[in-house]
Structure formats: structure tokens, C-alpha cells
């Protein structure tokens, strides 16, 4: 039976969908609705590629309440680069959370991805990040090492941050563009151990495969959220950080355990219980502990979750439609 | 970075991509390539949603040698017949397999499925039944006993046809519509003992949850598709069968011992070793044994893979091209 599908691009969802508060009140309280226990959010389905240097991921969730569900694929093409191609790419469908048919295809080649990613970050520095933030610290120099700083800006405004890169010189472009745009003095920071003392917050976004952060480099009132481990030979922070933190919370425990730093942490032995995590969503529903003094140290472990994606689909269907962006397709 | 994708809709795809021998040759072609080995397939993704009686499957698979490769999303509703709406419906999508970029949607409503479906029990007729058949008897009523149906008798052209169903009427109506379609004499048959009885090839395409066909009807020379379960608590046939099939072939063991009939024969004991089953690409390939003998009983459990979805999808996008059918959508 023909019904009506919206098809939107890439560029329409860049400009209906921006990283704002909007988008990151969405995140927020998906979280919270995973922490009613009622949301179905299966395990992430993977396909790993090695001889073509790609992976394939597929999340979804359930969320009841919601209009629709979503169903992301990403592909991550390593070998992209070389032919001028962005490593990652993709599309979101909504399906009808009453019929399963599909009320949406947003052709976003990871927009949506980015944008929820990013307001998940600052999600967790809203909830675990101390009251007062001066400087926030980013490690990396992609996509996300830009748009968490501006989202974790919008919760915690800072008077000023600093870049760490691999490349000196992308963490240089890096600090110029943000300084621009976010009209705080943003500086490139060679020295991984004077971004961490200097900082109130610090957010890892890289795809290491080895620790960058030391835990000799914790500080009271710091607090860390590592987003670049998604995978199982991921690790950005060295295992006794996720030990000798006061607040330690995962997006999904079940997830982080495969694929997050909750993995390394566990796998060394540097942590031996992983019901020392909360889950965000409980720590943002107060059925689980966030921060208890601005002395604590906090970190936040996020993989990236399927209710994340189901959220932002189905907030990007609402402002599409009242934008009529978009085109009506009837299949 | 903005390329092309087409779009295609289910009246395209039903005009493009017939239920014909290049789909079952195509179907045949993939499932081969699935014994060499090199194939990546990851376990369905399956979500149940038992509040809203529904479930959701995705299923993908990596073939080398073929340009793209499917993300399937299969959803069903089971409470839309009440809503005027088809139970099942969904989307495939084609990504290229050298970039990941997005290459087609199909918003095909699970249409590309059921081509899919019906070839993989044309193949396994192909394959498995006897040189010879006069008979071919179908249970159930629904669009796999038709399509199943269609495809078998490409394949083993029969003198006539019996459909059973629970429902006498549809039975009825559906010979009806098989007689005027394939010109053969199709009847409905209210007893499935006497349609066994008198049938060289069976197929069962029912969801049902009990036992359907008795061990105690087999007869030499017969061969049986049960391709109704897809899921851990359907079965057609009762376990016996299995455990007394001369020749056994699933088309994925792995995904048999969880949703199809294989799952049913080992959970009672009725089958002791899963690995008395061949895979119907090795069957194909020449490297597992099928059908020995003329008298030889043959079982074939389908519970459909990606990798049927990948191939389908593959042959779809080349059509479309070459009959500019679809749309395309830079995004």
C-alpha cells in the first residue's frame, strides 16, 4: 500500500538540524527515557571488513512514546581518504513507531550522527562537569573534537579552551576556526599533560588505539568524557582512570563493557566491578549517581547508542515537516 | 561530499525486477558464494517489540565481487491488517561496496524480499527435488505460497498443483488465481496428508508455531522447503522429519539452529548433530551432498539471509539503470 515518505538531504538536515540546545535537550531526555527500562535498544549489529579496511555499523532502539523509531547504518570506509572521500558516511530511516512503515529517509551521510554524538558529550558535562568551567580541553582534531567543544560550550561556557592534536598543525586550524567561532581564546596545546591540568573539562575524540590520557595527570573537580572508543581495540584512557574516579558513567554498561573504555578498564583488571558505573540516563533521571562534590573527579564513557539516533530522527522529522524541507516521496 | 543515489519505489521495482529465472540464477549465484567462505554475514538483528505485537529483522551481508551491498530492514506489525495495512514492509538499501557511500534506496516495501524468498525455494527445488515432478503441493495461502508456487514450477515444471490452508476459502481462491496464472490445474486441498501423499515437492509457507507436517506422510522421492519459520518460536515440521530426511540443507546452519526448523529437531532430540545438515550454497558449489537418489528424502529449512539480500539488491540496481527507472538524489 503506497504511502507518503519524506526524503531529505545531507545539506537540508545541515540546515533544519543544527547543534543547538534544542538538540541537545532531545539527547538528554532519550537518555533518560533509556533509564525507565522500558526503551528496546538491541545490541549493535557490526560487520567488520578487514581486508577492505571498513566496518559496518547498524544501531537502532525502540522508545516508547516516541512517533517513530529510527534505524541508522554507518559505514566507516578507512581507506575513503585516498579517493577524497570522508572515512564516514551513512543514513537514518524512520520507520512508524504504529505500522513500521517508513515515514523518513535522511540521506545525511552521518550529519545526524555527528550532531547527536556531539550533544551527548555535552549532556554529560551538564550532569557530571562542575559548576564552573574556565577551560575546557579537547583532544583530537576532527569532526567531533569541534562539535563537542561547541556543544559542551553551550552547557559549561568556558573563557577559553585548548586543542591537543597528533598534528601540531591541525590542532593550530583547529584553534584558529574555534576561536572564530565560538569567540573564546582557543589555543593548541602541545603538552597532552598541561591541557589536563589546566582544564576543568576534558573530551577525547580520537580513535586511538592506546591511552593518551595518563591517570597520574587527574585532578580534583575534573572531569573527562572519552567519545572515541566505539569499537573493541579502542582505548583513549588509561584503565586506572576509569578505576580512580570518584563518578564513573556509561551511556550503555552493556555497551561500554564491548566497545567502550569500560572494556580496557575491565580486560587489565584496573577495575574489577562494572556496577561501578552508573548509565547517563539514570544519573540524568537521579536513580543513579552524577557528581557529588565539585571536587570529584567525573568520567563519562560514550560508545553512541541507538536511542541517540532514534531521537534526533525523529526530532529532525519534526522540524522538517514544519519547515517543509525536504521532498515527499509515495512509495 | 554530494553524489548521486537512486531512488526507486515498489511500482518500479515490481515492473523492473520479476520473480524470473535470472532472479532464481541470481539467488543461486549468491548462495554459492556464500560456501566459498568469503562472505561476511552477521547474525540478524532482531528487535521484538512484544507491547505493540511487532518485530523488526535487519539483515546485511558482504560479498566480494559484487559492486554494493544490502542493509535490509524488515519490519512486522502484526496488528496492521486491522489498520487496512499490510503485517510486513520495509527497505533495502545499497551500499557501494568500495566506498560505503549510499548507492540506492529501495523503498520497496518488503517487495524485494519476497523475489528473494521464492527464488531461494527455487533453488532449493533445483537442487534437491527429484528430476521429475508431477506434483508440487503448497501450505498456506499467503504471497510466499504464491510466489513459492510461481518459482518452483520455473524450475520443475508440474502437471498440477495443491494449496492447503486453514483458512478452506483463501485455499480455494488462491488455486483459483494459480490456474489462471500458471495454466496448470491447481486445486485446493483440505486434507495434508493426501497432499503429501500426492506431491513430489512440498513447500510449507506458514507461520505457524506447531508442527504442520507429520513425519508419519513421507514418502520415497519426496523433497520439502519449510521456509515459514524465521523466528525461535515457529515450526512446521515436526522434528521427526528432519531426523529422517535422507538429505538435510539449510541455508545457513548457524541461523537454522536459532530461528528454523533446525532449532525445533535439535531442541527436542528428535536430531542430534546439526552437522548431519549441508548448506544449500554447498550443495550448489558441489562441495555438500544433496539428493543421492530418486528415492532419497530431501529437506530444505530456509529462514533467508543477507546475503539473498545483497544479490537482489545487486540485480535491482542494474536494472533500474538500465531502463532509467528510479529516481536520482544528490545527497
Known sequence: MAHDIKLVTETELRRVVPLDLEAIDCIETAFAKLATGKVVMPPVMSMALPDINAEVDVKTAFVPGLDGFALKVSPGFFNNPSLGLPSLNGLMVLLSARTGLVDAVFLDNGYLTDVRTAAAGAVAARHLAPATVSTIGVLGTGVQAKLQLIATAKVRPARN??????????????????????????????????????????ITTTPSKE???????????????????????????????????????????????????????????????????????????????????????????????????????TLALGKVRRTNAGTTVTA
Open 211 to 313: 591511552p593518551i590520557l595518563d591517570a597520574d595527570w587527574l585532578h580534583e573537580g575534573l572531569h573527562i568524557t572519552a567519545m572515541g572508543s566505539d569499537q573493541e581495540d579502542k582505548n583513549e584512557l588509561h584503565p586506572s582512570i576509569l578505576a580512580r574516579a570518584d563518578v564513573l558513567v556509561c551511556d550503555r554498561i552493556s555497551q561500554c563493557e564491548l566497545l567502550g573504555e569500560l572494556r580496557s578498564a575491565l580486560e587489565t583488571g584496573a577495575l574489577e566491578d562494572k556496577n561501578r558505573a552508573a548509565e547517563l540516563g539514570n544519573v540524568i533521571a537521579g536513580t543513579g549517581n552524577g557528581r557529588q562534590s565539585e571536587d570529584d573527579i567525573t568520567v563519562c564513557d560514550l560508545t553512541g547508542t541507538g536511542v541517540q539516533d532514534t531521537a534526533i530522527a
Open 161 to 202: 579552551a585548548l586543542i591537543w592534536g597528533r598534528d601540531a598543525g591541525k590542532a593550530e586550524q583547529l584553534a584558529d576556526e574555534m576561536t572564530a567561532l565560538l569567540g573564546i581564546e582557543v589555543k593548541a596545546c602541545a603538552d597532552r599533560a598541561d591541557l589536563v591540568a589546566q582544564s576543568q573539562v576534558v
